[in-house]
């Protein structure tokens, strides 16, 4: 079992930065960042594989959001650069299963099977 732990969530105005970052108790294939604004559906943000370091993003992020990684102390961490409302959410990070090989970068909720616990991102006008 993994078990993920977010933090660096807050409230920023537009234009501003976050850092997000997810601690693993484990050491997964990848790691993904998602997130669910009230009344939508959870989304993919990013994800990175932890061997090679290959990385996507939603389309919605790219150039504006950094995914990496702390191998030392086993996080992965989420820039987030010129950030607007429209990314106002709760943020999870999240693994698939341990020895699991899945299509990481595809991006889908259905290839992670651990999430944390979540942390809220607003940000105002």
């Known amino acids: 079992q993994v078990h993920l732990v977010e933090s660096g969530g807050g409230s920023v105005q537009a234009g501003g930065s976050l850092n997000l970052s997810c601690e693993a108790s484990?050491?997964?294939?990848?790691i993904g960042w998602f997130r669910q604004a009230p009344g939508k559906e959870r989304e993919g943000v990013a994800t990175?594989?932890?061997?090679?370091?290959?990385?996507a993003y939603a389309d919605s992020v790219k150039g504006r959001f950094t995914i990496s990684q702390d191998t030392a102390n086993n996080r992965v961490n989420l820039r987030m650069d010129g950030l607007s409302p429209e990314d106002t959410a709760t943020y999870f990070c999240?693994?698939?299963?341990?020895?699991?090989?899945?299509?990481?970068?595809?991006?889908?909720?259905?290839?992670?099977?651990?999430w944390g616990q979540g942390t809220q991102v607003t940000v105002s006008e």
């Open positions: 999240a693994a698939p299963r341990v020895g699991a090989t899945v299509p990481c970068l595809e991006l889908k909720e259905t290839a992670f099977a651990y």
């Open positions: 990175i594989y932890r061997r090679s370091g290959l990385s």
């Open positions: 484990t050491n997964p294939a990848c």
